[in-house]
């Protein structure tokens, strides 16, 4: 093989992060008209990330949003179900992390953001009690 050649691994990981890119770029502006206001995106702490965060004015908390993106929809598979205990831990972890390197002494919560043919479809508020 070339070595200059990508191989068909590295086509399937570009698409599903550009898939993923598009869909945080569609969440982000979804909060937005729903007046939030955004800080930050794409937020690494050590092997964590977190995809959105923002400031919901209205309950006055800071939300941790992860986003679940399909290009298509089919009913038996939705975003959400991409959503796994293994998800939610690291994104709780990751949202203490960064609360505790601010001192924000404030509440927050995690919401899931489901992406489906560029839209938000769902949009699941203190997901850790809801899923």
Do not use: W
Request: aromatic fraction near 8%.
């Amino acid at each position: 093989m070339d070595i200059r050649t990508p191989s068909v691994h590295h086509f399937i990981v570009n698409g599903k992060q550009r898939t993923g890119r598009l869909g945080e770029a569609v969440a982000a502006e979804y909060l937005q008209k729903n007046g939030y206001r955004l800080y930050r995106r794409n937020i690494r702490l050590g092997h964590d990330e977190i995809d959105i965060v923002a400031y919901d004015p209205i309950d006055r908390t800071l939300v941790f949003a992860e986003v679940k993106t399909r290009e298509h929809s089919h009913r038996d598979y939705t975003p959400e179900l991409n959503y796994s205990g293994r998800k939610r831990r690291s994104l709780l972890r990751a949202a203490r992390r960064f609360v505790a390197s601010r001192n924000f002494a404030g509440g927050y919560r995690l919401d899931l953001l489901c992406v489906v043919n560029g839209r938000v479809i769902d949009h699941i508020k203190e997901v850790n009690n809801s899923l």
